[in-house]
């Protein structure tokens, strides 16, 4: 069955240290991959995305992200986390014939100042 | 580029109306939209996939008779909520898949509609 898990429910990081958020998967074709964020009360903003090539692939707001095939990994990152970083995370595998998403639980980003 | 709108942002109706939500793409057309439900601090539900022109695919569990969906044009779907009830009180997002170029197979996401009823 298709599935996406994100291990971190809630992670607290101070503002300056660098970020890693985790999302395994299960899909049973090439997946496409997606990192979406969600401030409170908003809808979701894209962050970045995996269809083929270049395994990592860079976002907006200075994220990136790492496809590894092997550990069926879609890590988001981070170098240096600012506070209006702080919001919902979610992971998402898309399904290439329907188009349908699959999200992870998500992971709440709270930044230290 | 890639804009979806949703109206209204927020909606309080008595229990036993009907509320429509509509989601607009602006600046592309979106031959599928889906629409979502999301209960506080969860994860996104897929309620449907809206094809221009063509019923609605609701997923299951979803009462096809209490959320009608309709996509009359490239650029418009609208979620109506019949004979709301309190269990229905909610955040909905809608989501337009874009099928041109390189943002292909890609879905952007409205602001969301929060529904609550008394």
């Known amino acids: 069955a298709q599935s996406v898990t994100q291990p971190d429910i809630h992670i607290t990081v101070s503002e300056g240290a660098s970020l890693e958020l985790r999302c395994n998967y299960s899909y049973g074709a090439t997946p496409y991959l997606f990192w979406y964020v969600q401030s409170p009360g908003q809808g979701l903003q894209l962050l970045l995305k995996?269809?083929?090539?270049?395994?990592l692939v860079q976002g907006i707001k200075g994220f990136e992200a790492e496809f590894k095939r092997s550990q069926s990994s879609f890590n988001l990152r981070k170098p240096s986390v600012h506070w209006s970083d702080a919001a919902e995370y979610f992971c998402a595998v898309g399904a290439s014939n329907t188009g349908k998403l699959i999200f992870g639980q998500g992971t709440t980003l709270q930044v230290k100042p | 580029g890639a804009v979806v709108s949703q109206h209204p942002s927020r909606v309080i109706c008595k229990s036993g109306t009907s509320v429509k939500i509509e989601c607009r793409s602006l600046d592309f057309q979106a031959t599928t939209m889906f629409w979502y439900r999301q209960f506080p601090k969860q994860s996104l539900m897929l309620m449907a996939t809206?094809?221009?022109?063509?019923?609605?695919?609701?997923e299951q569990g979803v009462e096809k008779d209490k959320f009608l969906i309709n996509h009359a044009s490239l650029t418009l779907s609208t979620l109506t909520v019949t004979s709301a009830h309190p269990e229905d009180s909610s955040f909905y997002i809608c989501?337009?898949?874009?099928?041109?170029?390189?943002?292909?197979?890609?879905?952007?996401f409205g602001p969301g509609t929060r529904l609550l009823v008394l």
């Open positions: 809206s094809n221009e022109g063509s019923k609605a695919t609701y």
């Open positions: 989501s337009a898949r874009t099928m041109t170029g390189a943002q292909q197979e890609t879905q952007y």
């Open positions: 995996y269809f083929s090539g270049d395994t």
